[in-house]
T-cell receptor, first 114, second 112 residues
Framework: LAKTTQPISMDSYEGQEVNITCSHN???????ITWYQQFPSQGPRFIIQ???TKVTNEVASLFIPADRKSSTLSLPRVSLSDTAVYYC???????????????FGSGTQLTVLP | ETGVTQTPRHLVMGMTNKKSLKCEQH?????MYWYKQSAKKPLELMFV???????ENNSVPSRFSPECPNSSHLFLHLHTLQPEDSALYLC???????????FGPGTRLTVL
């Protein structure tokens, strides 16, 4: 599994754009980059996934440079309710015919301030 | 109900009790998972079920016993737990090929 490195914590203010960068120098050719969000005492929630260039959905954008050694999750105009832990996941263990096994790291604690 | 549901949401048990956690998914997924999240620690994958068959047991102590009677239901049977087993237990489901897991709300377990 490719190791990921992301900041332990970040602070932002309401209405700002937040960018969380994840480093994954050992990403494999077949690996996708997946981001999850987790609120306290809740299960993580899938946000976005990408392989290269840019992916955008109604919640966030994901920017992946050509070398794919890093990725940036962009949250536009954050609100207080975006305060959560954000996880970057790269690669997964999977034996033939079986389910993918996602491994979560420590994530980035984003705190949005009023 | 939609999504992934877990019951109970909170559970307090003594070390000699036997209890079970239940997970149900209404998404038509064919893979289900148990994760453990202790305070200030990353999520730890415990068990993986693929089309009702257990495909992974990540060195979980035998006091945790999973059961998957069908693709929609997953249980975690608990017996003679230790206080350090107190944690948030999360169930998730997905299609076997996909990385998009849907997690349940979790069961907050306290072992006295």
């Amino acid at each position: 599994l490719a190791k990921t490195t992301q900041p332990i914590s970040m602070d932002s203010y309401e209405g700002q754009e937040v960018n969380i960068t994840c480093s994954h120098n050992n990403i494999a050719t077949n690996d996708y980059i997946t981001w999850y969000q987790q609120f306290p005492s809740q299960g993580p929630r899938f946000i976005i996934q990408g392989y290269k260039t840019k992916v955008t959905n109604e919640v966030a954008s994901l920017f992946i440079p050509a070398d794919r050694k890093s990725s940036t999750l962009s949250l536009p105009r954050v609100s207080l309710s975006d305060t959560a832990v954000y996880y970057c996941l790269v690669g997964d263990r999977r034996s033939s015919g079986s389910a993918r096994q996602l491994t979560f790291g420590s994530g980035t604690q984003l705190t949005v301030l009023p | 109900e939609t999504g992934v549901t877990q019951t109970p949401r909170h559970l307090v048990m003594g070390m000699t009790n036997k209890k079970s956690l239940k997970c149900e998914q209404h998404l038509g997924h064919n893979a289900m998972y148990w994760y453990k999240q202790s305070a200030k620690k990353p999520l730890e994958l415990m068990f993986v079920y693929n089309f009702k068959e257990q495909t992974e047991n990540n060195s979980v102590p035998s006091r945790f016993s999973p059961e998957c009677p069908n693709s929609s239901h997953l249980f975690l049977h608990l017996h003679t737990l230790q206080p350090e087993d107190s944690a948030l237990y999360l169930c998730a489901s997905s299609q076997v090929q996909e990385r998009e897991y849907v997690f349940g709300p979790g069961t907050r377990l306290t072992v006295l």
